[in-house]
């Protein structure tokens, strides 16, 4: 198994551009979450996906951000536009309905200048 | 509130001795607690996973305790490697599983 697989690796952008993160779960994981993680406040739960849908968005910070996940083995995460206070390293992550299983992908390291 | 603190904040220790990392949480309801590993850009890998009825958990050189009765939890590294510089982060699923408390973490350097 490949794990979370994430794209790209890291992006440089400039304020303003839309940015779009990818991410592939482990095949059968029905959960997948986002989270952002600075050095300022650590690991952060975006938005997390139950069998594809949407379960608690709470964590978005504004509307600039929006995540979707067409099918079971993709999702996206946009921000637009983007801001240099959105730098930062955003993970992926999934897990199965039963057992524990959470595993993280390598994470996109987000630059906005 | 729900919360995880873990301390110390970083840690610097001589190649082949021991340590211990301490979480404290106030996370209700527990389900579990998770002990994870972050090589520097990487993402966290998973070390131990303890239930309420577990106080102890080993994998290789870790071995995690937990104390429920105090929502205290260690994790102590035995004879380290250089290998094992990372951040050591403590992380509590609240109620169903899939609400996870992270603490800030402990940064461990390992020096020869």
Known sequence: ?113 | KNQVEQSPQSLIILEGKNCTLQCNYTVSPFSNLRWYKQDTGRGPVSLTIMTFSENTKSNGRYTATLDADTKQSSLHITASQLSDSASYICVVTRGAGNMLTFGGGTRLMVKP
């Open chain 1, 1 to 113: 198994d490949a794990g979370v697989i994430q794209s790209p690796r890291h992006e440089v952008t400039e304020m303003g551009q839309e940015v779009t993160l990818r991410c592939k779960p482990i095949s059968g994981h029905n959960s997948l979450f986002w989270y952002r993680q600075t050095m300022m406040r650590g690991l952060e739960l975006l938005i997390y996906f139950n069998n594809n849908v949407p379960i608690d968005d709470s964590g978005m910070p504004e509307d600039r951000f929006s995540a979707k996940m067409p099918n079971a083995s993709f999702s996206t995460l946009k921000i637009q536009p983007s801001e240099p206070r959105d730098s930062a390293v955003y993970f992926c992550a999934s897990r199965p309905n039963t057992g524990d299983g959470y595993t993280f992908g390598s994470g996109t390291r987000l630059t906005v200048v």
